[in-house]
């Protein structure tokens, strides 16, 4: 079976889904890992993208992830890569995201962007947030479930790479 755990970075937070795509956030930054059942990686997706001129990063995201609009350029837009990170999303068995809803409403807002239809997203899916609130009775962010269940937070936080291998860490230590 074929796990593929995302991250994205955006640009913002999805305040309401029923507002218009041009009020909603971008996504920056794509990371997919696929693993099999016995946690060796056979996939990767890791990508920055571009923002639409006139767009940039808060100073609240660059707070989060030390990234700046600098940072972004050169990038390619994600329009251009937009069926790479497509058919990459479709290849797994099992998709799984610490907050889940979240980055496959960030993907498919971007393919909407795009003109292009949704990812064929796996039927099986793993939110972690979800699966992981009886551990303290709440939600958890990554970095508190991550110090749960190692003793330490994970480093780099809210970059998309760092929080997907430690969120695959976090998956095959459940």
């Not at 991550?146 to 936080?157: D, I, M, S, T, Y």
Request: net charge negative; charged share 30%; proline share 5%.
């Amino acid at each position: 079976m074929r796990h593929t755990v995302i991250d994205t970075e955006t640009t913002g937070l999805i305040e309401n889904s029923g507002r218009s795509l041009v009020r909603q956030p971008r996504v920056w930054e794509v990371c997919a890992f696929i693993y099999d059942d016995k946690g060796k990686m056979t996939g990767s997706f890791d990508e920055m993208f571009s923002l639409p001129p006139g767009e940039g990063l808060s100073a609240k995201v660059t707070s989060i992830t030390n990234v700046r609009d600098e940072d972004l350029l050169g990038k390619p837009l994600f329009e251009k890569r937009a069926p790479a990170v497509r058919d990459f999303l479709a290849k797994g068995d099992v998709v799984i995201a610490h907050n889940l809803s979240f980055d496959m409403d960030m993907i498919d807002n971007e393919m909407k962007r795009c003109g292009l239809p949704p990812v064929e997203w796996p039927k099986r899916r793993i939110c972690t947030v979800e699966q992981t609130r009886h551990l303290k009775g709440f939600n958890l962010n990554l970095g508190a479930l991550h110090e749960h269940l190692f003793g330490v937070k994970h480093e780099n936080a809210h970059r998309a790479e760092a929080d997907v291998k430690a969120l695959a860490r976090c998956c095959f230590e459940l």
